[in-house]
């Protein structure tokens, strides 16, 4: 634990946030365990922070005792053939993992290059980018659960993982369906070897940037260099020369709405289905000689996810745009992003991303969500 109030601005991308009240650095599995159990034990405010990627903080000094995920290494388990499974520390670097990955030939994450954070958030929101989440390459959690106190493996299947979201995110501030800290994360991947292949190709826009059709295959490596360099374009990998990187990322996901609602926009605006066709021709086994009315199918209406950047841009909103005399910005690469230009405020941040909700919502009628956490700032 430090001494002196650790300011919160150094330690996330945004570069925002005021001083903790304590800062505990937990360095290896047994310390971040025994630090979120004495914090459980004594009632006090806390607050866990992993790479600071995902953040926004608010500029008063925080209560909160910070808990700092950094335990790190990746052990490698037992796995079926051609498969790699592997146990992940929290703390390690979410985009060492893939660098680690795609040198020893393991495929499954290539796609999710360069975005910052730390394993260990990787699953709380599920996170994903030019087709592949990590959804589809985890097992399980090392969950230590907030009501056992006990270090749980939990299966992947029972997290909840869908668009950006699990049972272990905290919606709008609000407590998460299941509470605790994950520890280590368990993964499994294709082994293909230093010069296989990548998984087929999921995504418009890497496979235009590769030159290929959806579905093909190429290296591994290639994936990783492209998805690195079309990030880079759009300021998402960190790099203190370049002010649009100062910032968390995508700040608002993809609206999911009825298609109802998506078909009313105008004409060129983008969706796409995010579920099955309900199944209207389901069919029901009754037993021999009873007379028995089939239940009625069930009509679901069927969602689309809309595009946030095309509603922020349509709404009139460009990239670079600023309020007057705010240091916060629309980062000039990408409408998705809000950034620090040097300087801002929480504050400034916050006010930035309610115009960009409220101009959305008076020209479309949807109500953007941010992607961040939200500490003692209101959105």
């Known amino acids: 634990m430090s001494g002196d109030r650790i300011r919160l601005s150094d330690h996330t991308t945004l570069g925002v946030g005021g001083a903790a009240a304590a800062f505990i650095d937990c360095t290896s599995e047994s310390e971040l365990i025994a630090a979120v159990l004495d914090v459980w034990r004594s009632e006090e405010p806390w607050l866990l922070l992993g790479g600071g990627s995902n953040l926004l903080i608010g500029d008063e000094d925080l209560d909160e005792t910070v808990l700092h995920v950094a335990n790190r290494?990746?052990?490698?388990?037992?796995?079926?053939?051609?498969?790699?499974?592997?146990?992940?520390?929290?703390?390690?670097?979410?985009?060492?993992?893939?660098?680690?990955?795609?040198?020893?030939?393991?495929?499954?994450?290539?796609?999710?290059?360069?975005?910052?954070?730390?394993?260990?958030?990787?699953?709380?929101?599920?996170?994903?980018?030019?087709?592949?989440?990590?959804?589809t390459s985890l097992v399980a959690v090392d969950l230590l659960d907030a009501a056992s106190h006990d270090l749980e493996r939990v299966p992947a299947a029972e997290l909840g993982l869908g668009y950006r979201t699990s049972v272990l995110k905290r919606h709008g501030g609000g407590p998460p369906e299941r509470d605790g800290v994950v520890v280590a994360v368990i993964m499994e991947l294709d082994d293909v070897g230093v010069d296989g292949?990548?998984?087929?190709?999921?995504?418009?826009?890497?496979?235009?940037?590769?030159?290929?059709?959806?579905?093909?295959?190429?290296?591994?490596?290639?994936?990783?260099?492209?998805?690195?360099?079309?990030?880079?374009?759009?300021?998402?990998?960190?790099?203190?020369?370049?002010?649009?990187?100062?910032s968390a990322g995508s700040f608002f996901t993809n609206p999911i709405v009825s298609e109802h609602v998506a078909r009313a926009l105008p004409g060129d605006a983008?969706?796409?289905?995010?579920?099955p066709a309900p199944d209207d021709d389901a069919e029901y086994v009754f037993p021999l000689g009873e007379v028995v009315n089939p239940p009625r199918p069930v009509h679901q209406p069927r969602l689309a996810k809309l595009s946030a950047a095309w509603l922020i841009e349509r709404a009139g909103i460009r990239r670079g745009y600023a309020l007057p005399s705010s240091r916060a910005a629309i980062s000039t690469k990408h409408t998705l992003a809000l950034t620090n230009r040097g300087g801002a405020t929480a504050a400034e941040i916050a006010e930035l991303a309610r115009f960009v909700q409220a101009r959305v919502h008076a020209e479309f009628g949807v109500l953007l969500q941010p992607e961040p956490v939200v500490v003692g700032v209101t959105i």
């Open 73 to 135: 290494g990746v052990e490698r388990l037992e796995a079926a053939p051609g498969r790699v499974r592997l146990r992940v520390q929290a703390g390690e670097g979410w985009d060492d993992l893939v660098a680690y990955t795609v040198e020893h030939g393991w495929s499954g994450i290539e796609a999710l290059s360069g975005i910052p954070g730390t394993v260990g958030a990787a699953p709380v929101q599920n996170i994903g980018a030019y087709g592949q989440e990590v959804v």
């Open 197 to 246: 292949l990548a998984s087929p190709i999921a995504f418009p826009q890497l496979a235009f940037a590769l030159g290929v059709e959806l579905g093909e295959r190429v290296p591994l490596a290639q994936v990783r260099t492209t998805v690195l360099a079309l990030r880079a374009s759009k300021g998402m990998v960190l790099d203190a020369a370049d002010p649009d990187t100062a």
């Open 270 to 275: 983008p969706w796409w289905p995010v579920d």
